[in-house]
Structures are given as C-alpha cells and as structure tokens.
C-alpha cells in the first residue's frame, strides 16, 4: 500500500519519518499521538495512555504512558512502564520500537 492510499484510508502515513518516530518538533510529537487511534491524553496533558482495553502483565500496576521527549535535536516518543518494585523481567522504559508502536495501533 502506498504512502497516498494510506492516507485516504485516514491512517497516519508510514514515511520514512515515521519509520523511526522522530519529529522536529513537540509540537509535531504531540500531533501524532493526538492522531493516534488508541490513544487518550491525560487530563493535565503530560502523557498519553492506551484507551480500551489492556491486559497487563505480571506485575504491571498501571498502563504504560507514551510521551514526546527531547534526545539531542530530535523529538521521540518515549514509553513508561508501571510495575511493582521486584517484579522480574520487567518491561523496560525507553523510546518506542515503530514496529512495536504501529502493531498496537494499527
């Protein structure tokens, strides 16, 4: 499929951007979470959050937030994980994988 039939099916178009989800921008960051089927913003603003349904995993005492973050002059997206202090093998913080990102908000 591509780039412009992607679009007119209102899905975000997957450009070479996309690929690695930067932005120039947090404002352009926020914009595309904004977008994001799936996602809700939180009351404040500060983060964005899976609506729905979410099984969590063991251990995991919330839903995990996705926010736009600054790496050098670049802008990413950047998940957090809630889990129990102890819990092994816990999903680690950090920017988010675009594949991982676009299976779960197809």
Known sequence: MSNSETKTLGMPARSE???DLSFKSKKEAIEFLK?????SESRNGDYFY???NYNMSNGEYDLPSYRPYLYKDMWWIYI???YYFGTPNPQLDGRVDPETFFNRFP
């Open 17 to 19: 951007k996309m690929e």
């Open 35 to 39: 977008k994001t089927n799936g996602l």
């Open 50 to 52: 899976q609506s729905g």
């Open 80 to 82: 957090t994980y809630f």
